[in-house]
């Protein structure tokens, strides 16, 4: 069973491109997924929200879901 759990992308209220995601605990620590985050979508892009321990991650531009989820993947 995978931990990593794509959803998909969705529009936003003003337009934009919205890819949603979650990625369970087991497989990310905080600063991993910060640092991916940072990196592949810049510091203003994203939103993280922890819930049952799985990272619920909405990112504000349009951008490969996949691949964001591979650097994350363990």
Do not use: F, Q, W
Not at 5 to 28: F, I, L, N, Q, Y
Not at 35 to 55: A, F, T
Not at 60 to 68: A, E, H, L, S
């Amino acid at each position: 069973m995978s931990h990593i759990a794509p959803s998909t992308p969705e529009d936003a209220e003003d337009g934009d491109k919205t890819v949603r995601c979650r990625v369970h605990t087991k497989c990310a620590t905080p600063a991993a997924v910060l640092k991916v985050l940072e990196v592949m979508v810049g510091r203003d892009n994203y939103r993280i929200e922890m819930r049952h321990n799985v990272y619920n991650i909405t990112i504000t531009t349009d951008v490969d879901k996949r691949m964001i989820l591979s650097k994350l993947a363990l």
